[in-house]
């Protein structure tokens, strides 16, 4: 296969990484008939192709729920081994690389880093090389909710809930990097006093592949707690709020099109990569699944189903939520966007199909069997402590008649499903735009029925997508270094759906009856 320019997009996710290359015309050279298309992928899953990291759905198993770890050298063996599948043949094309990184997650590197990363070298793997500048061997990621104490100091020392989501676009989160890094502060003390430099994931593995310490830019650094989403720069109350020694642990953070350099000498040797390989800053998945499914106006919204789903949009101005339980974070396009995550997404769904031996195609037959609103039977599906509402111990309440029973197996694949979908539609009120169009990504956004019934609560079409890796992609087309982003290959479309007036009108019911369970089950 001959290639032209190619353009790499790296996720790096919650269970493993994708890397998405896409054929572009260089961005001096537009023309209409060499439209993007895709021109390679690969991927490595964390779980079964590093087993030697033992973690199960991507972390460290741990006997408290409310820890979520990650050895970030897992990552790093993960870009070696996609670069191997991926072959020099491949790599020798690129022209630019970004990379997408799950949220919030931290990594914390000694002093003296920079220098050696600017000096790797291709005899030994990345893993390796960087594994002794680390000051801390486990990175806190999304998942971990382990924060409560340190978010109520950062929230009280900030005014309180509003203040702190009118500074920082959120509410003080368990999982944002602020809280979990005062956190680390308190409990490893010598630890912290070690560590130089803190990143996030997207720009650690920026760092190791531009062979510099990388910045971290508004998008990403808009998950933490300390970045001012007005002024876009680290705020030096919300770093106060945090810890007294953290202004010496960021590089200023960037806009999410700044150029951070070229590819390290060591990608070039191992792998072919062009020296002049351009590294675009990165930032976390859900800002670049925006570019991915090809939202560029607001008006249109995006559902990521992933190991967490998570619902955004552009916003036209900073408007925070009053109940505190979404975000503002900034868009790769510099545009504000509103987000709403919850933990419970694929893995509350694979809870399900596995506890009923279910393969996907039995979960959507189970959805295609049962009617909008399941007879009454409702799900709240915490099977992991969750994150909108705040709920710190995993419990799942079944109510209406629907039972922990094999014979209820449809029944069930049903309630957890339209629970989710009632909980985003329930939690997203605040973002005030009602869009015209919902786009999915993310593994689920292949199941239909799911796609129909996601229509038929949110009130609005939704259509997938035939890539469903929205963040890799995205990421793909932030490498190109095209403002605005190149829209991503048309390529056929994915399953999609439309609202059913008469499901719709079952739902708008079901909403008051989910929100009164919500309020009760959370003691309200
Ligand atoms: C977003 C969030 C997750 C992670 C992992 O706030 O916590 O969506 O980005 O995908």
């Known amino acids: 296969m001959s290639y032209g320019p190619l353009y790499l997009g790296i996720d790096v996710g919650t269970q493993s990484l994708t890397a998405i290359l896409v054929e572009a015309p260089p961005p001096d050279g537009e023309s209409k008939d060499r439209a993007i298309r895709i021109a390679a992928r690969a991927g490595v899953r964390y779980d079964t192709e590093l087993r030697q990291y033992g973690t199960v759905n991507g972390q460290l198993p741990s006997d408290d729920p409310a820890i979520g770890r990650v050895p970030p050298c897992m990552w790093l063996e993960a870009l070696d081994l996609a670069f191997e599948k991926l072959g020099p043949e491949t790599c020798r094309h690129v022209r630019g690389v970004s990379v997408s990184g799950q949220q919030h997650g931290s990594v914390y590197l000694q002093a003296g880093s920079d220098r050696v990363l600017r000096s790797l070298t291709p ?69 912290w006093a070690n560590t130089a430099h803190v990143c996030l994931v997207s720009s650690f593995v920026t760092s190791v592949l531009a062979g510099r310490l990388a910045p971290i830019d508004h998008g990403d650094g808009s998950g933490m707690n300390l970045l001012d989403i007005r002024r876009r720069e680290w705020s030096p109350a919300a770093m106060a709020a945090t810890s007294t020694e953290l202004e010496r642990c960021l590089l200023p953070s960037q806009p999410p099109w700044t150029v951070v350099g070229s590819i390290a000498a060591y990608f070039v040797s191992r792998y072919g990569f062009p020296p002049d390989t351009r590294v675009t800053i990165g930032s976390g998945d859900n800002p670049c699944s925006l570019v991915g499914v090809g939202v560029r106006e607001p008006g249109e919204a995006v559902l990521s189903l992933g190991t967490s789903d998570t619902y955004f949009c552009l916003l036209p101005d900073i408007a925070v939520d009053p109940d505190a339980n979404g975000h503002v974070f900034i868009a790769p396009s510099g545009h504000p966007m509103s987000l709403i995550c919850f933990r419970n997404g694929s893995l509350a769904r694979e809870a399900v199909r596995d506890r009923h031996s279910l393969d996907w195609q039995g979960f959507e037959d189970a959805l295609r069997s049962t009617p909008p609103g399941n007879d009454g039977m409702i799900m709240l599906p915490w099977f992991e402590p969750e994150i909108v509402p705040r709920v710190a111990s995993p419990r799942v309440v079944r109510l209406g008649g629907l039972e922990d029973a094999p014979e209820q197996a449809a029944e069930n694949c049903r309630a957890v499903v339209e629970g989710q979908f009632l909980s985003m539609r329930l939690n997203s009120e605040w973002m005030a735009t009602r869009p015209s169009r919902i786009l999915a990504t993310g593994g689920g956004s292949h199941n239909r029925e799911m796609l129909q019934i996601a229509a038929d609560v949110m009130g609005c079409p939704v259509e997938g997508h035939e890539v469903s890796d929205g963040a890799a992609l995205g990421a793909a087309l932030r490498a190109t270094g095209r403002r605005p982003y190149p829209l991503p290959p048309a390529g056929g479309p994915g399953p999609s759906a439309s609202p059913r007036p008469q499901a719709a009108a079952v739902y708008d019911r079901l909403l008051t009856r989910y929100a009164e369970a919500q309020r009760r089950a959370l003691g309200r």
């Open 123 to 191: 005899d030994r793997n990345l893993a390796e090389q960087i594994e002794p500048l680390l000051a801390r061997t486990e990175a806190p990621i999304w998942t971990d909710s382990s924060t409560g104490r340190e978010c109520e100091e950062i929230r009280q020392a900030l005014g309180g809930a509003t203040a702190t989501a009118e500074l920082t676009g959120s509410d003080a989160f368990e999982r944002f990097t602020g809280p979990q890094i005062r956190r680390f502060a308190r409990t490893e003390p010598d630890a």
